[in-house]
């Protein structure tokens, strides 16, 4: 870890990266700063601080998206734990116990935190293969059925992200080798031209194009005999930004079910505020009852029960202090309990490989405080700053972005809870992720589970191309640009899209320096 700071006047980043949800009447009430961000940064104008004052960093290089918060080594006592748990994040795991972090599997996703979230978060690539060892590939798979009206998971059978790796002599639930990504053709219903009829995407080798993906899997990679693959469907879903989640963690639940009752009243693009999950782990610093706010989905309702917490363990497979049992499924362990190449190798019957593989009382293989200095790291990654807020170009692209009332759902501020007790500092923060942190329907071609989905953070996104070289956007990564993310907004938000594609090129030009700017 290194930090660099930069005079932000100097920054000028061409960038791109967003998953916008929706729009609303040009009598939104969340308008940004009166003095749209013309002066320089400092304590007059917030919106250079994207993080707050305490969870900013002033950085722009490819290093952005991994810097700590300005107070962790200011002598709060969290330098330490942040490092450690970077390692954690940044590390490998094995099945070697002695090497290194041990632990993985016996089925697993992959090996190391990273390499779900390249970049720090910087988002993953689209890719051509389902392939988990390559290294741009963050994607996640889910098994679920989609004559289902909740899409429900097939959960009998599968993990709800699906395994498909395993350690000698366990198999993997799908055998990657059978699972085909093909990315389909798509045209809109104005033939992928703008009001003007300039082509989508002219300019570019794929000028007047969208695409999105479709997911086969050969019932021959299938490891349950009596799963019937032709009746289910595949989902890809993208992981998502690791930096800033201290600080949505910090907005209060009274907040966010207060911003889901104003939208329900305004009567345009009205989200679905996550349902009520109870967290009563004894580890969780806000244990009880909370409005879902992470994933795509609002599945989780604090950080500490979010998807990082989650992710340590069930994408490596790896157990701790209050996770002492494997994250499998009691198809799997009957499966491979019956396997005759399983109980040879491992030389154990049908029932100790079950009770095994089944047990809730396993060693741990991450220790508490490995895991609590992981959660200080993950609790304080810091928000890059904006960057050209007082630019002439990105001063129309905001306008614009108000005018067409992206705010809706891309809510521009909130102030985080007065007593966040994890880590005091994200206390009282004023920050600008442009998000309502609720979900939406975009109405989009073939989405997969996700077909209403929560409204992803904008801050620091322009940074993208810098961080990891390309800007593939939406669950599914199927925009290639914060162009086609604009135009696969339909559903709650299709007046925006229409909006914005009845501008001028100029503006939509505009539009685009803004959210690569904030």
């Known amino acids: 870890m290194k930090r660099f700071n930069l005079l932000l006047g100097t920054?000028?980043?061409?960038?791109?990266?967003?998953?916008?949800?929706?729009?609303?009447?040009?009598?939104?009430?969340?308008?940004?700063?009166?003095?749209?961000?013309?002066?320089?940064?400092?304590?007059?104008?917030?919106?250079?601080?994207?993080?707050?004052?305490?969870?900013?960093v002033f950085m722009a290089s490819s290093r952005a998206y991994r810097q700590p918060m300005p107070f962790i080594d200011a002598g709060a006592g969290y330098y330490t734990d942040f490092m450690r748990g970077e390692r954690i994040f940044e590390k490998s795991f094995v099945t070697s116990e002695g090497m290194g972090y041990s632990g993985l599997g016996p089925?697993?996703?992959?090996?190391?935190?990273?390499?779900?979230?390249?970049?720090?978060?910087?988002?993953?690539k689209r890719v051509d293969k389902f392939d988990t060892s390559d290294s741009r590939n963050g994607y996640l798979l889910m098994i679920y059925d989609p004559a289902s009206p909740t899409l429900a998971l097939a959960s009998k059978y599968f993990t709800g992200m699906t395994q498909t790796r395993a350690v000698a002599p366990f198999k993997a639930p799908i055998d990657e080798a059978g699972i085909k990504l093909t990315w389909e053709p798509y045209t809109d219903e104005y033939g992928n031209k703008y009001t003007d009829g300039t082509p989508y995407n002219a300019g570019t080798s794929y000028a007047g194009t969208l695409i999105y993906p479709k997911v086969e899997i050969a019932q021959s990679a299938i490891l349950f005999p009596d799963f019937d693959m032709s009746k289910h469907a595949a989902s890809l879903e993208a992981t998502?930004?690791?930096?800033?989640?201290?600080?949505?963690?910090?907005?209060?639940?009274?907040?966010?079910?207060?911003?889901?009752?104003?939208?329900?009243?305004?009567?345009?693009a009205k989200g679905v505020i996550g349902a009520d999950i109870n967290e009563a782990d004894p580890s969780n610093p806000f244990p009880g009852v909370h409005p879902g706010r992470f994933t795509y989905l609002c599945t989780r309702g604090t950080l500490d029960n979010g998807p990082g917490s989650n992710a340590i363990w069930n994408i490596t497979n790896v157990t701790r202090p209050e996770r002492t049992y494997h994250y499998i499924t009691d198809e799997y362990a009957k499966v491979m309990s019956?396997?005759?190449?399983?109980?040879?190798?491992?030389?154990?019957?049908?029932?100790?490989?079950?009770?095994?593989?089944?047990?809730?009382?396993?060693?741990p293989e991450?220790?508490?405080?490995?895991?609590?200095?992981?959660?200080?790291?993950?609790?304080?990654?810091?928000?890059p700053a904006a960057r050209n807020l007082d630019d002439e170009k990105v001063q129309r692209g905001k306008t614009l972005f108000n005018e067409t009332g992206c705010t809706a759902c891309h809510k521009p501020s909130w102030k985080t809870?007065?007593?966040?007790?994890?880590?005091?500092?994200?206390?009282?923060?004023?920050?600008?992720?442009?998000t309502d942190l609720l979900r939406h329907d975009l109405d989009m071609k073939e989405p997969g589970r996700v077909k209403v989905c929560r409204t992803t953070p904008l801050w620091g996104r322009g940074?993208?191309?810098?961080?990891?070289?390309?800007?593939?956007?939406?669950?599914?990564?199927?925009?290639?640009?914060?162009?086609?993310?604009?135009?696969?907004?339909?559903?709650?938000?299709?007046?925006?899209?229409?909006?914005?594609?009845?501008?001028?090129?100029?503006?939509?030009?505009?539009?685009?320096?803004?959210?690569?700017?904030?």
């Not at 308008?31 to 749209?36: C, F, L, T, V």
């Not at 089925?107 to 993953?124: L, T």
């Not at 989640?245 to 911003?259: K, N």
């Not at 500092?425 to 442009?434: A, G, R």
């Open 338 to 363: 019956q396997d005759a190449d399983v109980q040879k190798a491992r030389g154990e019957s049908k029932e100790e490989i079950y009770n095994y593989l089944m047990s809730n009382t396993l060693t």
């Open 366 to 383: 991450l220790t508490k405080a490995d895991y609590d200095a992981f959660m200080v790291w993950h609790r304080s990654v810091a928000v």
């Open 11 to 56: 920054l000028v980043m061409p960038a791109f990266f967003v998953v916008f949800t929706s729009c609303e009447p040009e009598d939104s009430p969340d308008i940004p700063d009166k003095d749209n961000g013309k002066k320089v940064y400092n304590e007059a104008n917030a919106e250079w601080f994207p993080g707050g004052k305490n969870g900013t």
């Open 463 to 518: 940074l993208m191309p810098v961080v990891s070289g390309y800007a593939d956007m939406l669950h599914d990564l199927r925009a290639r640009n914060y162009e086609e993310a604009i135009l696969w907004h339909g559903g709650e938000a299709k007046r925006c899209k229409d909006d914005f594609r009845s501008m001028s090129k100029d503006d939509r030009e505009a539009l685009i320096a803004f959210l690569r700017s904030i």
């Open 417 to 434: 809870r007065s007593n966040y007790t994890p880590m005091p500092e994200l206390s009282n923060q004023t920050i600008y992720p442009y």
């Open 240 to 268: 998502i930004g690791i930096y800033g989640v201290g600080l949505l963690d910090a907005i209060s639940d009274d907040d966010l079910r207060t911003q889901y009752a104003d939208e329900q009243a305004r009567g345009y």
């Open 107 to 124: 089925v697993y996703i992959r090996k190391s935190c990273i390499a779900c979230h390249p970049s720090y978060g910087g988002r993953s």
